[in-house]
């Protein structure tokens, strides 16, 4: 083997186990994140939160606002995708419900107070 | 004896260095499936005035619970209590009152039933799929007033400012199911408050001019986010029961000025307190000093 690849294939290999461990198996820890990066669960029980809210106050425009801070999605769109996570993750009828209301309230919100 | 290949051990340590160089700070894991605990400080504040909006909504504490352990907040009720502060003070629009109340009311609710929030962020799925934030019927609801930053009597007696919360026994009790959902306890516009007491308070370790507001219901307990108006000549102020909950949640207070008459009631109704002024004191020693006032209304 020449010298070259003596030098060559070990750095790559030390490149590639760096990458594993720094990603793989003790990836950096991060704190100060956004809500768009919580697990589905807890973007649906957020929604949930909204809808129960939204019951008791139907403002459209406030649980929109709650809505967003999901980021760049609409708040119909965040709302059904927490109601199709409800619907298949074994959620009581009752809170299917309430996300459902939810939904159409923001499907038929313009956005235009 | 073999020689020992340095040139690449060498190499094979600078590529892991690479490597992790890489891994850590240039290009780090995108984030995805992150727990509530991680959000930023402003996200967190979203996240409570959600729960807060919730359970104002449904009166389901055991779940309201359940959410704040998602955040690891070490004292939920000082967390709650402190936003509600930030939000009073940062905007003073309706809605954001209105939030405020209901931060305010959930931090009431979880003081009045002396509950340490579990802090540990659960990882695991409960059996039914049920996303572990909603999953309440495990909670372990422990009763530990030694431990608790507020004393569970607060809400059941008026306290002097400097009285020490006695310590009683720690007991645990585990709830067996979700607990039926119980009434949010949000301040409403009954009958007018009567100012059932007003005296006068001499105590050299008080501010000067301290005007104490206690405020109770007719079941003689505190009642947070009780708006109150205080007025003088060419001015007027609001302030608000609660937002000193290690006082008591009917407890609110505000500095007199010298020289001037105050008049005050409580936005919702009551009898007038007028012609209020700092008193005089004397110490022991025979020195004035500048007195405080503390006056009690209660719902009748």
Same mark, same amino acid.
């Given at each position: ?113 | ?107 009431? +609710? ?7 929030? !579990? /802090?540990? $962020? %659960?990882? #695991?799925?409960?059996?039914?799929? =049920? @996303? ?19 004393? +569970? ?7 002097? !400012? /400097?009285? $020490? %919360?006695? #310590?009683?026994?720690?007991?645990? =009790? @585990? ?28 105590? !050299? ?96």
């Amino acid at each position: 083997m020449s010298r070259f690849l003596k030098i060559i294939i070990p750095l790559a290999l030390g490149i590639v186990l760096g990458l594993l461990y720094g990603w793989v198996i003790d990836p950096a820890d991060f704190f100060d994140l956004t809500p768009d990066t919580l697990r589905a669960d807890y973007k649906a029980d957020y929604v949930l939160m909204t809808a129960e809210a939204y019951r008791a106050q139907p403002d459209p425009g406030l649980a929109a606002r709650r809505l967003a801070i999901f980021g760049s999605q609409s708040p119909s769109a965040i709302a059904a995708d927490g109601l199709a996570y409800a619907r298949t993750n074994g959620f009581d009828d009752a809170d299917v419900a309430l996300i459902q209301e939810l939904v159409t309230a923001m499907q038929a919100w313009s956005g235009i107070p | 004896m073999r020689r020992i290949p340095w040139g690449m051990l060498l190499a094979l340590l600078a590529g892991l260095g690479l490597g992790l160089v890489y891994a850590w700070t240039i290009s780090p894991a995108r984030v995805i499936d992150s727990q509530p605990v991680a959000l930023r400080a402003d996200f967190k504040d979203h996240y409570r005035s959600a729960i807060a909006a919730a359970y104002s909504a449904t009166g389901d504490l055991a779940r309201a619970q359940a959410r704040l352990s998602l955040l690891g907040d070490t004292d939920s009720i000082e967390a709650l209590n402190a936003q509600a502060q930030r939000m009073l003070a940062s905007n003073a629009s309706g809605q954001s009152f209105n939030e405020a109340d209901q931060v305010v009311a959930l931090a009431s +609710a979880l003081d009045q039933n002396a509950v340490n929030i !579990p /802090t540990a $962020t %659960p990882t #695991t799925r409960s059996a039914d799929n =049920t @996303p572990d934030a909603v999953n309440t019927a495990n909670v372990v609801v422990t009763i530990n007033p030694a431990t608790s930053t507020f004393p +569970a009597s607060t809400s059941e007696i008026p306290i002097e !400012p /400097t009285e $020490t %919360p006695q #310590t009683i026994e720690t007991q645990t =009790t @585990p709830v067996a199911a979700t607990p039926r959902p119980t009434r949010t306890f949000i301040p409403t516009a009954g009958s007018p408050f009567k100012l059932t007491g007003q005296e006068s308070v001499c105590d !050299p370790n008080l501010p000067d001019g301290l005007l104490q507001v206690l405020v109770f219901n007719s079941n003689r307990r505190q009642m947070p986010g009780i708006e109150i108006l205080i007025t003088w000549e060419g001015g007027a102020e609001n302030f608000f029961t609660g937002l000193k909950p290690e006082l008591g949640n009917g407890y609110a207070d505000y500095i007199m000025s010298p020289d001037v008459i105050y008049t005050l009631q409580l936005r919702s109704g009551s009898d007038i307190a007028s012609g209020l002024t700092i008193p005089t004191c004397q110490s022991p020693s025979g020195d004035a000093f500048s007195g405080g006032i503390k006056l009690t209304f209660q719902e009748p």
